[in-house]
């Protein structure tokens, strides 16, 4: 059974920094790869962080230079380190591990967190 436990949202003050942790079971972690999305109220989840297997980075550029995304193979655990918070960061942050081998996907998807970013 697959498993992603995200861990680490809650509220923070504009310009606070918040480290989200998503711990995985059930999967062979190293060889997915693995991202970090955000969905507002209202609002289309959205892709915010992804790292490959081979440790490549691409992020949206409402993130850039604030948000890094990193991974331990060693604990089954991505992260994303978020600084420089601001209101419009608010919103429930799912991680995903993603592999596609030809025509074979396989997508899984944590329950999210929730992230408020408020005075």
């Known amino acids: 059974q697959v498993q992603l436990v995200e861990s680490g949202g809650g509220l923070v003050q504009p310009g606070g920094s918040l480290r989200l942790s998503c711990a995985a079971s059930?999967?062979?972690?190293?060889?997915?790869?693995m991202a970090w999305y955000r969905q507002a109220p209202g609002k289309q989840r959205e892709l915010v962080a992804r790292i490959t297997s081979d440790g490549n980075t691409n992020y949206a550029d409402s993130v850039k230079d604030r948000f890094t995304i990193s991974r331990d193979n060693a604990k089954n655990t991505v992260y994303l380190q978020m600084t420089s918070l601001k209101p419009e960061d608010t919103a429930v942050y799912y991680c995903?591990?993603?592999?596609?081998?030809?025509?074979?996907?396989?997508?899984?998807w944590g329950q999210g967190t929730q992230v408020t970013v408020s005075s």
């Open positions: 059930g999967i062979s972690f190293s060889i997915y790869a």
């Open positions: 995903n591990a993603y592999r596609r081998i030809i025509n074979i996907v396989s997508d899984y």
